[in-house]
């Protein structure tokens, strides 16, 4: 069958399903139930705590740990696992920039970053350890805890705007406020609560004391200026000041709190400052949620009808379950791959290594400069053998990290999540360069770890990620989205206007993607396009 008659084929039957609400509601319901129900539902019988390969209570009710989706495989002393450095070298990229993604754009990964910082927060000092709250909370724009939340908020005064998270104008621009003085000391004693930011293998910059230290001479091991030091802003995650990408996007949900916060002061004479705070973040979270689904699973996806984040689904359904992150969740997210050698910049490319924890070049060209820069440049592929210098130390940390863990080997996953095990390196990957490489590392592909299995894998037609990624990716992000406590029946459905306001629950309602926020705060009508996939691109083949 021709392909240009597949793809008509494909995308009519998409449209049927579409343009009919029952039909497409059904399909919905389909489509999520199945990818979450590919392996066993929460709550897993395993955690990382003590390694124990049996169920027991501290495991099963200590979120500070991670959750197991398989047991613990350990090592085996006369067979020793090959050296991570030597299995890190299957992630690196040609020195001539590697293969570039024909689907997606740096918005892309910029978005999963922003999007996984804020519930996969392994413990710097303990990779056993999750710090989040296990909840898509937006807790890099609003914090971990109740303290932070308070450093971040700006103080109640009468007659003053009620709700606001503390935010600085540069010229008519919207920022969260610096975090550093020139001098290494805080902005505001407020902020001492704020979890320090990271820099290069998930180090903190040390807390200014009293008196306050001069900012580091290096971070990652490179000169670090104080102007770059002081770029930095005070936000609620440790991670959203790792690069312009991942500040961009706090930035841009700050402005659009203070934006919701403003409407339901007006809208809302009787409401104090704590009512329209609250009532500000309970609609800013679910309209997250709704991009997560609607607009970055739709690009994951090889689907071609639209998914849609309807929380009915979930109400009845087996999976509904309390989040509890696991270890493989926190492993299969590092999506290094991704990022190109350079970003292509107004005023000149910024090689990736200088593209960290320096947010002048946000600054430079403003929120709007910097979206559509991020949704102009083409990601490289995701797998083996593509990802960049600058990040190839990481690969090797991750690599220790599932050792740390004792993570199973890659054919059990496949086994878990409906896969047949590979019998043969050509079933992990159709390259004969990456099967050469897995060969070379490993006996057999019994012997293949979770981690670079993942990433050596084919690419599913039609999605940037590999089958079992992808399956993964499916399971957790439907499971741990769409039962969010907002969006319970009990609230969602029974009190909406308590919660939300009627006018609050139609902005979440009206909103399906990041352009849609951004039209809201002002883009202008014919900028270029905002999205994460790629202009021109279409599906190619059938499921």
């Known amino acids: 069958m021709p392909n240009w008659f597949e793809r008509e084929l494909f995308a009519g039957l998409a449209k049927v399903v579409e343009d009919d609400s029952w039909l497409s509601d059904e399909a919905n319901k389909l489509a999520i139930n199945t990818a979450v129900n590919s392996t066993r539902n929460r709550p897993h019988p395993w955690s990382t705590f003590a390694d124990a390969d049996y169920p027991n209570w501290r495991g099963l009710s200590d979120r500070t740990f991670l959750a197991r989706h398989l047991p613990p495989s350990y090592p085996d002393p006369a067979n020793p696992l090959p050296d991570p450095a030597k299995v890190a070298a299957l992630f690196a990229r040609p020195a001539a920039g590697g ?67 503390k935010s600085q104008m540069i010229g008519d621009e919207e920022y969260p406020p610096f975090l550093y003085n020139p001098d290494g000391s805080l902005t505001d004693p407020a902020f001492n609560v704020l979890d320090p930011p990271l820099f290069a293998f998930n180090q903190p910059i040390k807390k200014p004391t009293d008196p306050p230290p001069p900012p580091p001479a290096t971070m990652g091991g490179k000169p670090f200026a104080p102007a770059r030091y002081t770029s930095l802003f005070a936000v609620g995650g ?22 919701v916060a403003k409407e339901l002061e007006q809208r809302n004479p009787g409401f104090d400052d704590e009512r329209v705070f609250q009532t500000a973040r309970n609609i800013i ?30 109400w009845d359904a087996t999976w509904n379950r309390p989040n509890w992150m696991t270890a493989e969740f926190s492993l299969l997210y590092r ?47 995701l797998g083996a053998m593509n990802t960049s210098a600058a990040l190839l130390p990481i690969e090797g940390l991750s690599i220790s990290q599932a050792r740390t863990n004792n993570l199973a080997p890659y054919n059990a996953y496949r086994v878990a ?27 057999t592909p019994d012997r293949v770890e979770f981690y670079p299995g993942l990433f050596a894998e084919d690419r599913v037609p039609d999605s940037p990620l590999p089958q079992l990624l992808m399956t993964m990716v499916a399971v957790d992000a439907f499971s741990q989205a769409l039962t969010n406590p907002l969006l319970s029946q009990h609230v969602w459905k029974d009190n909406p206007t308590l919660t939300f306001t009627d006018w609050g629950f139609n902005e979440i309602g009206n909103t399906s993607s990041l352009s849609d926020v951004l039209i809201r705060q002002g883009r202008p009508g014919g900028s270029p396009p905002v999205t994460m996939t790629l202009p021109g691109w279409s599906y190619t083949r059938t499921p």
């Open 238 to 259: 440790d991670r959203v000041n790792s690069s312009p990408f991942t500040a961009m996007m706090n930035t841009l949900w700050l402005r659009e709190h203070n934006r």
């Open 99 to 165: 293969t570039k993604s024909n689907k997606s754009t740096c918005l892309f990964p910029a978005f999963a970053q922003y999007l996984t910082d804020g519930f996969i927060r392994t413990n710097p000092t303990n990779p056993r350890k999750n710090t989040s709250n296990h909840e898509i909370d937006m807790c890099p724009l609003y914090g971990r805890t109740p303290k932070q939340t308070d450093a971040l908020r700006l103080p109640a005064a009468a007659g003053g705007p009620k709700g606001r998270l």
């Open 417 to 443: 999540f409906g896969m047949a095990p590979a019998t043969a390196f050509d079933q992990i990957s159709s390259s004969q360069e990456i099967q050469d490489k897995l060969r070379g590392i490993y006996d």
């Open 335 to 381: 999506w290094h791959a991704l990022m190109p050698d350079q970003i292509e910049w107004t005023g000149g490319a910024i090689p990736l290594g200088d593209f960290t924890l320096d947010n002048r070049a946000l600054l430079a060209v403003g929120l709007d400069g910097a979206i559509t820069l991020a949704a102009s440049q083409a990601t490289n592929q």
């Open 285 to 314: 979270i679910p309209m997250f949620i709704k991009i997560v689904v609607e607009d970055y699973i739709n690009h994951i996806t090889p689907i071609p009808f639209k998914i849609k984040a309807d929380p009915s689904v979930v």
